[in-house]
């Protein structure tokens, strides 16, 4: 079984759990902080801590906060722990008014702890209409900042040039929701400071297992404006692939979260920055405790209902289990559990604390192409531990490599991105690694290349400087856009006309686009290879640097070749948008095979 967590307390921390219910508030106080929650809506309308009445922006209307419930319980209460339910029955009389879906949504004071829980069990039941669930979910600009006069709508509504913000450090900056996303794998713990008092508002997800598309999924950390997001499910750099469909009589539960929301505060005020270290160090100790033993919903599973399995496959492997499906088809899974782990130096991994249920295997590993599938189904029972025997896993490779551009990782974050254009500067992101997170990169495009597209000679050029990390539209004017076809050029010595060479893409991300391709004729009227309309990512405009993963392996006839110099044409045709374009993980010529 868990433990529960251990958290540093002011005075106070020895107090009882309590529960006082009036007609329209729940509140739930354990001498260190209270919450209050609308009876029976269950939103969260205040948290008072360390002599603040409200940390919660009072601006913020409350029926803006969520589904409301209909129904209040008392699932517990005691001194040391009170948990309370808030529930939303669907019926057919509300067919068309509301998402048909049982919600039951729960919230958790433990004594001597800084902060509650909270977590969600969705339910649908066999015989009701189906639907698409779409979502559920540094220095920063005060809200007012925003709006005019004191910001200046961009090219979409979340993203605002601060013109005269309040504070007048950030003016000139762009604010932007998207420009603060991150991959599940890294998203264990973000939320808010203030300084005046210092005190720290966290949000920190022990597990990943709940969240939908696997440990390289981005979703969103922050909304507009201070709003704290748990972001569960998203079709964030994804689409349409990661909204989960439910046909008519499909039935479906599954618990999301729990999460814990987290206080902390600095006594003398010297460094609020401590919260940030203080609440990576909480983080820590609530991945120790799951799964939690104190949460009562039968259907969250806690540790003796759960399985293990383990293994040896390769070094920094990606390893994971999720809903059986095809080779690859995790990335758009999400209506089910993922359990994801990266191996160690020796190659061996472990996965613990797994949901009972039946799932396949699948993995990937940065340095290589392609996605491995164990062929068995795996049925996990409670009290499992599985020891598969050694996985190999052999990537795709019909001939010997001629030449590479990039790095199979998945991502395109090694090839050339821009400085941002000064007038649209976040400074947050400034000699940063994830820098590709500035607003308007796709318009650096159009400058580096004004009157032609992007030509790459093997052996002349570097990856990093000269592919520009997104085929990007060249914008003409202010609402017309010029597709644009980039060129690879590369010798050959000698060439086997009768012969297969293979010509491997593998997209980083795809958004309203098609890649077209053609061998040493730019003019013929059919590529030699087309994807069709691909992708939803959408990862252009919000600033990520990977959505959808997409592997194609082109055969490529000998006599579309010529000895000496030759050139591959990369078309992307669609230029409705500026947003419309292709990310590229690693594109790779191979020679046939035996020579």
């Known amino acids: 079984m868990g433990h529960p967590p251990a958290t540093s307390s002011p005075a106070g921390a020895t107090a009882g759990v309590s529960v006082m219910v009036s007609d329209r508030y729940v509140e739930i106080k354990n001498g260190i902080f209270e919450v209050t929650l609308s009876n029976p809506d269950g939103i969260v309308t205040g948290v008072r801590y360390n002599g603040v009445d409200n940390l919660m922006e009072i601006l913020n209307k409350e029926d803006k906060r969520g589904i409301k419930g209909t129904e209040f319980r008392i699932i517990y209460q005691d001194e040391n722990q009170a948990e309370v339910s808030f529930v939303r029955t669907w019926d057919p009389s509300l067919e068309g008014k509301a998402v048909p879906l049982n919600i039951d949504k729960r919230f958790i004071v433990l004594r001597g702890c800084s902060g509650f829980y909270t977590y969600g069990i969705y339910e649908h039941q066999e015989g009701w209409p189906g639907f698409s669930m779409v979502e559920t979910r540094r220095i920063m600009p005060m809200p007012e900042d925003r709006v005019s006069p004191r ?231 409670s009290g499992d531990d599985i020891y598969l025997g050694d996985l190999v896993y052999e990537p795709p490779r019909d001939g010997p490599t001629m030449w590479e551009i990039g790095i199979p990782d998945r991502s395109a974050s090694e090839f050339y991105v821009p400085d941002p254009n000064p007038n649209y500067v976040n400074r947050l992101y400034i000699n940063h690694p994830d820098r590709f997170r500035q607003y308007g990169l796709w318009e650096r495009y159009a400058e580096l290349y004004p009157d032609s597209d992007l030509v790459y000679t093997i052996g002349q050029s570097d990856y990093t400087t000269d592919w520009f990390f997104a085929q990007v539209n060249r914008r003409t004017d202010q609402s017309t856009y010029q597709p644009t076809t980039w060129q690879i050029k590369f010798n050959l010595d000698s060439v086997s006309p009768n012969s297969t060479y293979k010509f491997r893409v593998a997209l980083a991300s795809s958004a309203n686009a098609e890649l077209q391709v053609r061998f040493n004729n730019q003019d013929r009227t059919a590529p030699h290879f087309t994807t069709g309309l691909i992708g939803k990512d959408n990862t252009i405009a919000r600033h990520g640097i990977h959505g959808l993963y997409w592997l194609f392996n082109i055969d490529v006839s000998g006599a579309w070749l010529v000895q000496g110099m030759n050139t591959i044409y990369l078309k992307q045709p669609r230029n409705q948008s500026p947003f419309q374009g292709l990310m590229y993980d690693y594109l790779r010529m191979e020679g046939p095979s035996g020579i």
């Open 151 to 381: 910001g200046q709508q961009l090219a979409y509504p979340e993203a605002v040039l601060l013109v005269d913000p309040i504070n007048p450090d950030l003016k000139g900056e762009v604010d932007d929701k998207y420009q603060y996303s991150c991959e599940n794998q890294y998203n264990n713990v973000h939320g808010w400071i203030s300084f005046d008092p210092p005190i720290g508002f966290w949000q920190i997800t022990p597990s990943e297992e709940f969240r939908t598309g696997g440990p390289v999924k981005q979703n969103l950390t922050s909304h507009v404006g201070p709003t704290m997001l748990a972001m569960f499910l998203s079709g964030h750099y994804a689409g349409d692939d990661l909204t989960p469909k439910f046909m008519t009589g499909e039935y479906w539960k599954k618990v999301h979260g729990p999460v814990f929301m987290y206080l902390n505060s600095s006594w003398d005020g010297s460094n609020p920055t401590l919260l940030w270290k203080d609440a990576k160090v909480q983080m820590m100790i609530e991945k120790e405790s799951w799964p939690y033993y104190f949460a009562l919903s039968d259907d969250f599973q806690k540790t003796e209902q759960r399985g293990r399995i383990s293994d040896l496959y390769a070094t920094s492997a990606y390893v994971g289990l999720a809903l059986p499906g095809d080779v690859g088809s995790w990335q758009r899974e999400c209506k089910g559990y993922q359990f994801w782990c990266r191996a160690h130096d020796n190659g061996s991994f472990s996965i613990r604390n797994i949901v009972a249920g039946d799932y396949n295997l699948y993995a990937w590993v940065p340095g290589f192409i392609g996605d491995y599938k164990l062929d068995a189904k795996l049925t996990i029972s």
